[in-house]
């Protein structure tokens, strides 16, 4: 039996994973964290004179409300011996997000998080779950990438993607730590039945108009929600520790995703990409698609998910498309295989 805290439980993969995980039964107590109320999807969970689900709201990407969580009689009784790191993903697209002692929030709340891992002596797992958007890109549609694959170190990388590259390389650093066993899930674009698309730096946000680069067409990996979720409950139980590409089924043009995801992209020149998103910017806006004229949204790629299967035993077990809704309208659904 293990017991779990998980992160940003309050986020819509972070509600999928508590229930995931809520009916395991090798899991006996979960933790949430989140920065809002609890959901009222966790309702249910709480019944009874001792419920398995305990919330706490806490700032991540502070020290202060972080050891204070790690240091509480609440967490204590929960007697967590494991964690995992969710990051943020429910709020606007990560290039607004605030700076935190000149570090990027998602990129503050991972350094605090593993710290505080670190040093509790009650954890003995940590699961987290990055990007595959930290990978350096060739020309090309045919880029097929495994977990040695370069990162971009690139300067001139855009600011959302330096934050994943600096998450993905914070807890790269601890995989081979004797005490604490650390798993890093890298995942594409993040898909659930609706429209709603998570950790993708062009569809990230409301749905509306994107602007692309004209002349490119980049192949999306794709994941479900569902997947996600299944994937870190097989890292939790699994007794590997190292770096593992996650990915579902499919992998389809950024264009035809956009429009499934109720965001059109409308291709325009390279140069006049590149010069409105440096006017936004000026502005202190970003401009969505902006980052596109960069590899990483430019050229496409799959995920080599090889070694998960092999060490995690995990297999997708969703496919993501359109369907009909009852009014007949198209809607986007991931569905059981």
Avoid at 89 to 113: C, D, F, K, Q, W
Avoid at 193 to 201: A, E, I, K, Q, R
Avoid at 253 to 272: C, E, K, Y
Avoid at 290 to 309: K, M, N, S, V, W
């Amino acid at each position: 039996m293990t017991s779990v805290l998980v992160t940003h439980a309050d986020e819509p993969l972070g509600r999928r994973l508590v229930k995931t995980l809520y009916h395991d039964p090798e899991v006996e107590t979960l933790l949430a964290v989140g920065d809002g109320p609890a959901p009222r999807a966790f309702d249910h969970f709480f019944a009874g004179s001792d419920p398995r689900l305990v919330y706490a709201r806490v700032d991540l990407a502070k020290h202060r409300p972080v050891s204070d969580l790690f240091h509480s009689s609440r967490f204590r009784e929960a007697q967590i011996d494991t964690a995992i790191h969710l990051p943020r993903h429910g709020a606007p697209a990560a290039e607004s997000a605030p700076i935190v002692s000149g570090l990027a929030e998602r990129t503050a709340e991972a350094r605090l998080v593993l710290q505080n891992c670190l040093e509790c002596p009650s954890i003995q797992n940590l699961v987290a779950v990055g990007s595959a958007f930290v990978y350096r890109l060739p020309p090309g549609n045919a880029n097929r990438l495994d977990e040695e694959s370069e990162l971009d170190l690139d300067p001139d990388v855009p600011g959302v993607i330096r934050s994943w590259i600096d998450c993905d390389m914070i807890f790269h650093g601890e995989v081979h730590n004797d005490r604490l066993r650390v798993v890093l899930l890298r995942v594409p674009t993040v898909v659930a039945s609706g429209g709603y698309v998570y950790l993708n730096p062009f569809l990230e946000g409301r749905p509306g108009i994107r602007l692309r680069n004209a002349g490119y067409d980049p192949i999306c990996a794709l994941v479900s929600d569902k997947d996600v979720a299944r994937a870190a409950r097989a890292a939790v139980h699994s007794t590997r520790s190292g770096i593992y590409n996650v990915a579902g089924l499919e992998a389809v043009p950024l264009s035809v995703l956009a429009r499934w995801t109720g965001r059109p992209s409308f291709p325009v020149p390279g140069p006049l990409l590149s010069w409105a998103g440096a006017a936004a910017r000026a502005l202190g806006q970003e401009l969505p698609g902006a980052g596109a004229a960069r590899p990483h949204l430019r050229y496409g790629f799959t995920l080599d998910t090889r070694r998960a299967e092999r060490e995690l035993a995990f297999r997708p077990s969703h496919r993501i498309g359109l369907a009909r809704a009852g009014d007949g309208a198209l809607t986007l659904e991931t569905a059981a295989v």
